[in-house]
């Protein structure tokens, strides 16, 4: 696999040179991030180098994305990839890499750990896997809306998650973009809790998932993305859950004849950077890219709304069948899975859910 992405990354490079970019990498050394952006991205923990540039060199930075082009999100990155490369006189090159064309998403997450490729967006893995014990956002059938979300990302303990990926993944979390809630695929109509039983669900490898899941009767099993298309198809797993745009733009509506409005995880994409690379640029270039990446994750977020009605809107004109369900029933059903996830986590994550169940 390493040695197929750097193929494609060389290959990328050389379309590059060819459009009349010089090759370099990175810059000189510098000292550590800034705290710029607005509240809802990443506030690096230290202060930038102000050292400039030097003039004719240009960086590149290759940005890894597992979900497809045609996305919300695609079209967010495509924006930030404008914005820096205006900003700095196309002293910095971004490429993108849509649709898992350098690896899974956790493949993605150990090749900006590494360095191998230098950003990424994460959907849950990132913080399920890098800090588990902090980051109650990611799991199912908690936070009544994206906002709470954005709420705990902004408060004491969105502060330690972030230092938890810097230290624990060597990189820095530089936007949080609204996703859209995630619900639930079937081909059978679930209408209540009781109708997950024995249904074989994909879900990504998250630990936390499982417990929830398989709780509430379920047979959670964990596919790569960019494989639940050919999973649901080859009938290896019967259901899926996902945001409205990835159900979408991933054609899952031909192989799944229900939607189910669960709503069950107001999640987020998190948008990371290497921590070296970051560090090595000057405080100027520090500054465009965390300015970029915020103003492009609150455009993605106006768009979201208007495009979740367009497509739902689509697919109900071609015949595909939207279930409304009564939500409490399943976060009343799930609590007990929930609280036993919740005893691994740190007493900070358990008392930032407690107003919702109090």
């Known amino acids: ?40 991205s990443a506030a690096p923990s230290q202060a930038p ?8 060199k240009v960086i590149e930075i290759n940005f890894a994305i597992h979900t497809n082009e045609g996305t919300n999100e695609f079209y967010s990155i495509e924006r930030f990839k404008q914005t820096v490369e205006e900003k700095t006189g196309g002293q910095i090159q971004v490429h993108l890499f849509p649709g898992a064309s350098l690896g899974t ?14 950003m990424s967006i994460f ?7 890098l800090a588990p014990e902090l980051d109650p956002t990611v799991v199912p059938f908690i936070y009544p809306s994206a906002q709470e979300v954005f709420d705990t990302w902004n408060g ?22 609204e996703r859209g809630a995630r619900k639930l695929t079937a081909n059978v109509m679930v209408q209540s809790p009781t109708d997950l039983k024995n249904i074989k669900l994909r879900i990504p490898e998250i630990a936390s998932w499982v417990t929830v ?44 004849e229900y939607t189910i409005l669960t709503d069950h995880l107001y999640n987020v994409f998190h948008w990371t950077i290497n921590k070296d690379f970051f560090n090595s640029l000057s405080g100027e270039y520090q500054t465009i890219i965390l300015e970029a990446a915020e103003e492009a994750c609150r455009w993605g977020d106006t768009q979201l709304a208007a495009r979740e009605a367009e497509v739902r809107a689509e697919l109900e004109a071609e015949g595909h069948t939207f279930v409304e369900v009564d939500r409490q029933l399943f976060i009343d059903a799930a609590r007990p899975y929930v609280e036993e996830v919740a005893k691994t986590w740190d007493q900070a994550a358990r008392d930032e859910i407690a107003k919702f169940y109090n």
């Open 1 to 40: 696999m390493k040695r197929f992405i750097s193929m494609i990354l060389v290959l990328a490079m050389c379309a590059a040179v060819l459009a009349g970019c010089s090759g370099g990498t990175t810059a000189s050394s510098a000292s550590s991030a800034s705290s710029g952006g607005a509240s809802s």
């Open 156 to 177: 004491p303990l969105g502060e330690m998650i972030r230092q938890a990926l810097e230290e624990r993944g060597n990189q820095i979390l530089v936007g949080l973009q």
């Open 105 to 118: 998403e956790m493949e993605n997450l150990e090749q900006v750990k590494i360095g191998e490729v230098q």
């Open 213 to 256: 899941w398989q709780g509430l009767g379920t047979m959670p099993t964990p596919v790569a993305w960019s494989e639940t298309y050919s999973a649901l198809q080859t009938k290896v797993v019967d259901a899926q859950e996902n945001p409205l745009e990835n159900i979408y733009v991933a054609k899952i509506y031909e192989v799944q």
């Open 49 to 56: 180098s102000q050292a400039a540039e030097p003039a004719g």
């Open 123 to 129: 959907g849950d893995n990132l913080t399920s896997q």
